[in-house]
């Protein structure tokens, strides 16, 4: 009676060993997919890469297409009829849009590096705690987010105070500083820059300048080169401090030099009828012009992202939550 009634008990105490719980089924990993959503996920992805390129590829098909063949043929995916005019055209001796180029290339380097510099020195004391104005500084960047003394003070400011109109000066200066850049930079700088690492080298003698420089910013790289891809992009696709601040052709930046041409393309194809025998219209580019002109402003600007691409994904997961 007692060697049966132990028997069931011997048996619970045998599943309850560790053999006994390796014959259980495994758990499944949240994190992992199937094979088969792997790869619908994957096949989705390059469609949508495909559909993203497209317009890009149109875009480098028609400018070097012939104004005539693009007319009677319409937009193909290979070119009827291949031609470099637009470019011809566009780059032609003594051509503006020479100068443009060489104006924004200017303009956009020294704005990024300015941008990068006085960011940096704004972001970098709203870390320190021992900064005793550092609420009002932030405050007062905060309220330039929010608020901002309209078109008419700036033009004011641009032109009579700091007295930059009609100079290279007027092509980056009004935007190599943005409020929210320094609060993106001084959170990435709080949240990788460890306040042990600081006080260690404080307590060894470092001045601030010295800790910023020899410290700070070698672990900030990837936020400096987060800011510097976004100023450089907005300095390279300015198009408003040249239409208010500037009056002289040798200073127009690309974008205002293509406004003003397309403009002009527009008014001389608008008023055809009127200059016969002035301007041979069938010589002028009109839609490949268009997208050669496309295709040198987005140039420069979609070779320099894989340059920062790796700097760009972790400068843009700041914040994130770290293991």
Do not use: C
């Given at each position: 009676?007692?060697?049966?009634?132990?028997?069931?008990?011997?048996?619970?105490?045998?599943?309850?060993l560790?053999?006994?719980?390796?014959?259980?089924?495994?758990?499944?990993?949240?994190?992992?997919?199937?094979?088969?959503?792997?790869?619908v996920?994957?096949?989705?992805?390059?469609?949508?890469v495909?559909?993203?390129l497209a317009?890009?590829?149109?875009?480098?098909?028609?400018?070097?297409?012939?104004?005539?063949?693009?007319?009677?043929?319409?937009?193909?995916?290979?070119?009827?009829?291949?031609?470099?005019n637009?470019?011809?055209?566009?780059?032609?001796?003594?051509?503006?849009?020479?100068?443009?180029?060489?104006n924004?290339?200017?303009?956009?380097?020294?704005?990024?590096?300015?941008?990068?510099v006085?960011?940096t020195?704004?972001?970098?004391?709203?870390?320190?705690?021992?900064?005793?104005?550092s609420?009002?500084?932030?405050?007062?960047a905060?309220?330039?987010?929010l608020?901002?003394g309209?078109?008419?003070?700036?033009y004011?400011?641009?032109?009579?105070v700091?007295?930059?109109?009609?100079?290279?000066?007027?092509?980056?200066?009004?935007?190599?500083?943005?409020?929210?850049?320094?609060?993106?930079l001084?959170t990435?700088?709080k949240?990788?820059?460890?306040?042990?690492?600081?006080?260690?080298?404080?307590?060894?003698?470092?001045s601030?300048?010295?800790?910023l420089?020899?410290?700070?910013?070698p672990?900030?790289?990837?936020g400096?080169?987060?800011?510097?891809?976004?100023?450089?992009?907005?300095?390279?696709?300015?198009f408003?401090?040249?239409?208010?601040?500037?009056?002289?052709?040798?200073?127009?930046?690309?974008?205002?030099?293509?406004?003003?041409?397309?403009?002009?393309?527009?008014?001389?194809?608008?008023?055809?009828?009127?200059?016969?025998?002035?301007?041979n219209l069938?010589?002028?580019p009109?839609?490949?012009?268009?997208?050669?002109?496309?295709?040198?402003?987005?140039?420069p600007?979609?070779?320099?992202?894989?340059?920062?691409?790796?700097?760009?994904?972790?400068?843009?997961?700041?914040?994130?939550?770290?293991?």
């Amino acid at each position: 009676m007692s060697s049966s009634s132990a028997t069931p008990t011997r048996q619970r105490n045998l599943l309850a060993l560790p053999f006994g719980r390796a014959k259980a089924k495994p758990e499944r990993d949240m994190l992992s997919i199937s094979r088969s959503t792997n790869v619908v996920l994957n096949v989705a992805m390059v469609v949508l890469v495909l559909l993203t390129l497209a317009p890009f590829y149109i875009i480098i098909i028609t400018s070097v297409t012939s104004e005539a063949s693009l007319t009677e043929n319409g937009y193909r995916l290979w070119p009827e009829e291949f031609s470099l005019n637009a470019y011809t055209y566009l780059f032609r001796e003594g051509s503006i849009i020479i100068t443009a180029y060489r104006n924004t290339i200017i303009s956009t380097l020294l704005g990024t590096i300015l941008s990068v510099v006085l960011i940096t020195l704004y972001a970098y004391p709203l870390t320190r705690p021992n900064f005793r104005f550092s609420t009002f500084f932030t405050f007062f960047a905060f309220f330039t987010m929010l608020f901002n003394g309209g078109l008419v003070s700036y033009y004011m400011v641009m032109r009579q105070v700091l007295e930059i109109h009609n100079t290279m000066w007027a092509l980056f200066l009004p935007s190599s500083f943005s409020p929210f850049w320094v609060f993106v930079l001084r959170t990435y700088m709080k949240t990788n820059v460890p306040e042990e690492l600081i006080e260690a080298a404080r307590i060894d003698g470092a001045s601030e300048w010295r800790i910023l420089l020899q410290v700070v910013l070698p672990l900030s790289v990837p936020g400096l080169a987060t800011v510097a891809l976004f100023s450089a992009i907005g300095i390279w696709n300015n198009f408003f401090n040249v239409l208010l601040l500037v009056d002289r052709v040798e200073l127009y930046n690309l974008q205002y030099t293509i406004y003003s041409t397309l403009n002009n393309i527009r008014f001389l194809l608008e008023n055809a009828s009127r200059m016969q025998g002035v301007v041979n219209l069938a010589d002028l580019p009109s839609q490949t012009f268009r997208m050669a002109m496309a295709v040198v402003t987005i140039g420069p600007i979609i070779l320099a992202y894989p340059f920062f691409q790796r700097y760009f994904i972790r400068g843009l997961t700041i914040g994130a939550i770290k293991g």
